[in-house]
């Protein structure tokens, strides 16, 4: 996966991207949510300060 950021980096192209795309898909098994992004980013920053933590913008 490192090499193809690298070369994303040097030459972005899209089938670059697809290829770095099909490389985090396959990396592991991601969870399906039916938390949406935006709901996600409320609880990742918005409401961190109820529970007493960071951020992960902060990080």
């Given at each position: 996966?490192?090499?193809?950021?690298?070369?994303?980096?040097?030459?972005?192209?899209?089938?670059?991207?697809?290829?770095?795309?099909?490389?985090?898909?396959?990396?592991?098994?991601?969870?399906?949510?039916?938390?949406?992004?935006?709901?996600?980013?409320?609880?990742?920053?918005?409401?961190?300060?109820?529970?007493?933590?960071?951020?992960?913008a902060?990080?």
């Amino acid at each position: 996966m490192m090499k193809t950021i690298d070369d994303l980096m040097r030459a972005p192209d899209k089938k670059l991207v697809e290829k770095f795309y099909q490389d985090v898909k396959a990396y592991r098994v991601w969870v399906d949510s039916d938390i949406n992004w935006p709901h996600k980013f409320m609880l990742d920053t918005e409401l961190t300060w109820l529970e007493d933590k960071t951020p992960v913008a902060d990080l």
